[in-house]
């Protein structure tokens, strides 16, 4: 039997949180609470969540912005809205919107569980579903190119992958670390088992620890059952520790003994786990220099770089360009709908003289943005973002920063007043032009994103 998940309560009474909480409290869910909707986002942040039950009327942030909100933030968790002032016309604009369920009140308990009980199987089925096509193909997400710098590497993974080393891959933002980490895991004896992914830098500090190595029934406020961490869950399979120059000293203790010893012990825990797993690290920092100002243990540096490959930046594989390009046009024609047979030359000169400081995600989604833009039967020059049109400058000079997932590569010398128009232009595609929405998540009055557009057409 799977075990509940954690639901996140919203409402703006404290006499309706209580109740709900006492509900899913005595069936073993871990429940996380919140008063407004921008407190649920600020938890949705920090906290994985598996489903949100809110709210529909609630002051500054009614649950419907919420369900929005959701969608951007924790896309993958299901909500279910609830309300006094149940109407056919809020139902049917809340599942337009995403909604899994919507409850009126007063709510019978029975059907709160139900209806919570089949969010997360449906979110469990999404999820089981997810995994079982990346497992069958490195087919959705090929490794694509045939430059001697990527073949190179390429031969390094192919001889690596079916030992049980550790192996470390080092590489800029962006060059793909987790593909090449599921085709070492694709290409190893442990191919049938779970590839169990964790960013370490998009963790909070305080609940890593938890996430990595489980945790039993009271360790801490709001541990209401034992839960199994990521190590544990890639048992016979492989364990991918991204960005592991972030762990903190606390967890680099741990790290290293379940690296010498093959065994774990859980938060509130008082005996050892068993694990047996391969671990594939990555990083796009110096560890060695993190070794040498004390950031990082030495002795755990020297189990995690056991083999060693470093991944080549775009800007070194500049013939695999048009292959890559090729690729993503036709994913993301196929996924919007449109046809479209490629690039003019125009547009794929200007891919091959562009830097990337932001490496194959940055062309992908500059040329997800100009599949959705272009209005031909083939993408032009015009169709590219201005930095890649420009050229961006000298190769390899960049900034990259990110917008809830997404990646924003914004070349040196940019003027801050341009940074501030790209990231509110892409929070508002991510909100589907939704600007009170877009204001919420970037923490700024939905005045300033109407007086900054207004003078951009200035």
Avoid at 6 to 16: G, H, K, R, T
Avoid at 208 to 228: D, H, I, M, N, P
């Amino acid at each position: 039997m799977a075990e509940p998940g954690a639901v996140l309560l919203v409402d703006d009474e404290q006499a309706n949180l209580d109740s709900l909480e006492r509900i899913f409290a005595r069936e073993g869910y871990r429940v996380l609470l919140a008063s407004s909707g921008q407190a649920a986002v600020e938890t949705l942040r920090a906290e994985p969540v598996d489903v949100v039950v809110t709210d529909l009327m609630m002051p500054g942030m009614s649950g419907q912005e919420l369900l929005r909100a959701v969608r951007a933030v924790a896309p993958e968790a299901e909500v279910v809205l609830m309300t006094a002032y149940g109407t056919v016309e809020a139902a049917v604009a809340a599942m337009k919107d995403g909604a899994y369920d919507f409850l009126t009140k007063p709510l019978k308990r029975h059907a709160v569980l139900k209806s919570v009980a089949q969010a997360l199987e449906k979110r469990r089925l999404l999820q089981e579903n997810k995994q079982l096509r990346a497992r069958l193909a490195g087919a959705e997400q090929p490794i694509v190119g045939q430059s001697p710098a990527l073949r190179a590497t390429l031969d390094v993974i192919r001889q690596a992958a079916p030992s049980s080393a550790t192996v470390l891959l080092l590489g800029e933002s962006g060059t793909g670390k987790e593909l090449f980490a599921r085709a070492l895991h694709e290409h190893s004896s442990r191919a049938t088992g779970p590839f169990v992914p964790i960013n370490c830098a998009a963790i909070p500090e305080t609940i890593l620890e938890s996430e990595l190595f489980g945790y039993e029934r009271g360790a801490f406020t709001g541990a209401v059952q034992r839960k199994e961490g990521r190590i544990e869950r890639a048992q016979g399979g492989t364990l991918f520790l991204d960005e592991v120059g972030e762990l903190t000293a606390a967890v680099q203790v741990k790290l290293l003994r379940f690296l010498q010893e093959g065994e774990i012990e859980h938060l509130g825990g008082s005996g050892a786990v068993k694990v047996d797993c391969r671990v594939v690290a990555a990083t796009n920092a110096d560890l060695g220099a993190r070794v040498r100002g004390g950031e990082f243990r030495e002795d755990l540096f020297y189990r995690l770089n056991v083999i060693q490959v470093t991944l080549p930046p775009l800007r070194d594989r500049v013939e695999d360009i048009p292959l890559l390009a090729d690729h993503f046009v036709a994913r993301y024609a196929a996924k919007n709908g449109k046809t479209i047979r490629g690039l003019t030359r125009g547009a794929l000169e200007a891919l091959e003289t562009y830097p990337w400081p932001g490496n194959v995600r940055e062309l992908e989604n500059a040329i997800e943005r100009a599949v959705v833009l272009s209005r031909g039967a083939e993408i032009d020059i015009d169709d590219l973002p201005e930095s890649v049109r420009s050229g961006g400058g000298p190769r390899g000079a960049g900034l990259a920063g990110g917008v809830e997932g997404r990646t924003l590569t914004v070349p040196l010398g940019t003027t801050m007043e341009e940074i501030e128009l790209r990231v509110i232009r892409e929070t508002l595609r991510q909100t589907k032009g939704d600007k009170n929405l877009a204001a919420q998540l970037l923490g700024i009055a939905a005045r300033t994103i109407y007086r900054k557009l207004d003078r951009e057409k200035e």
